[in-house]
């Protein structure tokens, strides 16, 4: 199982910008696709975008295409989540998601084993 902790969240005024990050450790990294999913208070946890093991390729819900950017650095062991342009709808709690060892991004949520402790955005409106 591999261990997973978010940073980088805080509060940001609307278009604004913010950095999260997300360290593994206990299991080699780069076996893993990754994903970063958010929930909002009363609604359920979304996919947000996802990346393959090497890095090459990603995807991400259409509300975030052009403002978020999913990366990862397999030497550092570390995930990231760049986010432009912030809305007040970006507002929740971001959790970064190790999948399954199975090929493929998935935007499901039940395809990811292990779960970092989340991190809060808020964007006031």
């Known amino acids: 199982q591999v261990q997973l902790v978010e940073s980088g969240g805080g509060l940001v005024q609307a278009g604004g910008s913010l950095r999260l990050s997300c360290t593994a450790s206990?299991?080699?990294?780069?076996?893993?696709?990754m994903g970063w999913f958010r929930q909002a208070p009363g609604k359920e946890r979304e996919f947000v975008a996802g990346?393959?093991?090497?890095?090459?390729?990603?995807s991400y819900q259409d509300s975030v295409k052009g403002r978020f950017t999913i990366s990862r650095d397999n030497v550092k062991d570390t995930l990231y989540l760049q986010m432009n342009g912030l809305k007040p709808e970006d507002t929740a709690v971001y959790y970064c998601?190790?999948?399954?060892?199975?090929?493929?991004?998935?935007?499901?949520?039940?395809?990811?084993?292990?779960w970092g402790q989340g991190t809060q955005v808020t964007v006031p409106s």
């Open positions: 998601a190790a999948k399954a060892l199975v090929a493929g991004i998935s935007m499901t949520a039940s395809a990811y084993g292990s």
């Open positions: 990346i393959s093991r090497g890095g090459g390729t990603t």
């Open positions: 206990g299991r080699t990294f780069s076996n893993y696709a």
